[in-house]
């Protein structure tokens, strides 16, 4: 599989980055979707944790037809304005994930790990990018219930050029759902794998070996970032009951202290 041929894949999505002031998210903003609810997948947003100004709204889609439909709306251009956004230019990536159910929030932090790639990166070469194996714990390694994750990595290509050091690149991305940020860097710091070298076993950190394999495919760089992701569900509600469930939400963020930024 390979980034020209990942319309066979069933994760389309959309990324768009967009700013908030620092306090709760008024979760109203996203409003415009819900006429569109019948079509979206796994809708959600966050703010960045390493840039709490910068937020994600991310949101799989049925196909990308409806998505190039939806750009034509008025419900676009009021979700544009509403995330402070110029409709005229291009604030969102496309992404098309391996899995249909890329982007549901399972854990309260979420990785997203993204390596460029030169422009010339042949199709073979993206083939065995997909086939890497990421940060996942050795066979060995006991149950389900031990491991630092909830689910595996999810792995996706970008639609398009990307942007590294200021030059075009093509972009991979792979989701880490990390149970929490202390098992996450449990796992990076102890973790090791198996790999055979010549006739010895040698045995690196996960997190080395899976950078390793990329840089030696071809890898420009990394780029690591962390986002505590909210679904919107509540898109697929009625007029009342979306009202409920936005007033009741807004209680509930501030007894956690979501956003408190």
Same mark, same amino acid.
């Not at 399972?106 to 932090?109: C, H, Q, R």
């Not at 990595?153 to 200021?166: E, K, L, Q, S, Y």
């Not at 939400?249 to 509930?252: E, P």
């Given at each position: 599989m390979s980034a020209q041929t990942t319309s066979e894949w069933p994760g389309f999505s959309t990324w768009t980055k967009f700013q908030a002031e620092? &306090?709760?998210i008024d979760e109203a903003i996203f409003d !415009? *979707?819900?006429?569109? =609810?019948e079509f979206i997948r796994t809708p959600t947003y966050g703010r960045i944790i390493e840039s709490p %100004?910068?937020?994600? *709204?991310?949101i799989g889609w049925d196909s990308p037809k409806v998505y190039r439909v939806f750009k034509t709306t008025h419900e676009y251009q009021q979700l544009m304005d509403n995330l =402070? *956004?110029?409709s005229t230019q291009d604030h969102t990536h496309i992404i098309t994930f391996e899995n249909y159910n890329y982007g549901c929030p /399972? /854990? !309260?932090?979420t990785e997203v790990f993204t390596a460029y790639w030169p422009l010339s990166l042949?199709?073979? /070469? %993206?083939?065995?990018?997909w086939e890497v194996e990421s940060l996942v714990h050795p066979p060995a390694s006991g149950r389900p219930s031990r491991r630092c994750y909830n689910r595996l990595?999810? +792995? =996706?290509? +970008?639609? &398009?050029?990307? /942007?590294?050091? &200021?030059d075009k690149a093509l972009a991979s991305m792979w989701i880490h759902d990390w149970k929490t940020e202390e098992l996450e860097a449990r796992f990076k710091r102890t973790e090791r794998r198996a790999v055979p070298m010549g006739r010895e076993v040698i045995y690196p950190l996960v997190v080395d070996d899976f950078e390793k394999r990329l840089q030696d495919l071809g890898a420009l760089g990394f780029e690591s970032i962390h986002v505590v992701f909210e679904d919107l569900n509540w898109i697929y509600q009625t007029k009342i009951e979306r009202y409920n469930c936005l007033e009741q939400?807004?209680?509930?963020r501030l007894a956690r202290g979501v956003d408190a930024v």
């Open positions: 620092p &306090g709760p !415009p *979707l819900y006429r569109w =609810g %100004q910068d937020c994600i *709204l991310s =402070g *956004l110029n /399972t /854990t !309260p932090i042949s199709p073979e /070469t %993206q083939v065995v990018v990595p999810v +792995f =996706g290509w +970008f639609d &398009g050029p990307a /942007t590294w050091n &200021g939400r807004k209680l509930d």
